[in-house]
C-alpha cells in the first residue's frame, strides 16, 4: 500500500529542537481522508487463542524484552495485514506491570520503530489480561483510504 504524502502521519513537537529528548511525540497529526486502524492491546501470548484461556497458550518469557518482541509481533501481523507499517502507527499505550523495565521495553520498541516516534502513554497496571505478562501494548494506525471500488459494466 503507498503512503502518500496526503495521508503521512507528521509529529508534532513545538519545540522540535528537543524531540531528540523523548521516546514519543507529544501529538501526532494526520491529514483527512485516510483509514485509521485501532490494534487491539497484544501481550507475548499468541495473537490467536482460545477463550476463556487455556493456560498452555500463555507461557509468558520471564524476560520483559522477549515479552515486548512477542507482543509486537502481534501488532505487526495485523498492520501487515492492512498494508500498513511502524510508520503508520499514530498512537500507543503500552501498559506494564513494573515502571523500572520501561527502559528495557523502549530499547525493543525502538528496533521496530526506528526514529519514528508515535504519540504516547504508558500506564503502571497490577496486572494484565495473561497470566505472567508484564507488557501489553496496543496501537491506532493510518493508511490511505481503500480505492474506490470499480462501478459494474453496464
Known amino acids: 500500500m503507498d503512503h502518500g504524502a496526503a495521508t503521512q502521519p507528521t509529529a508534532v513537537h513545538p519545540d522540535p529542537a528537543r524531540a531528540s529528548e523523548m521516546p514519543y511525540a507529544p501529538a501526532v497529526e494526520l491529514p483527512a481522508g485516510g483509514v485509521i486502524v485501532f490494534v ?56 506494564l506491570t513494573d515502571m523500572r523495565e520501561a527502559d528495557a521495553m523502549h530499547e525493543v520498541w525502538r528496533e521496530r520503530f526506528g526514529d519514528w516516534q508515535p504519540a504516547s502513554t504508558m500506564v503502571c497496571v497490577n496486572n494484565l489480561s495473561s497470566p505472567g505478562a508484564r507488557v501489553e501494548l496496543d496501537v491506532i494506525a493510518v493508511g490511505p483510504a481503500p480505492a474506490p471500488a470499480s462501478a459494474p459494466a453496464a
Not at 495473537?47 to 524476560?63: K, T
Open 40 to 95: 487491539s492491546g497484544a501481550t507475548a501470548s499468541p495473537l490467536y487463542h482460545r477463550h476463556p484461556h487455556v493456560p498452555e497458550e500463555h507461557v509468558q518469557p520471564d524476560d520483559i524484552r522477549e515479552q515486548t518482541r512477542r507482543a509486537l509481533d502481534s501488532i505487526e501481523l495485523v498492520l501487515s495485514a492492512r498494508g500498513l507499517t511502524w510508520r503508520s502507527v499514530v498512537k500507543a499505550t503500552k501498559y
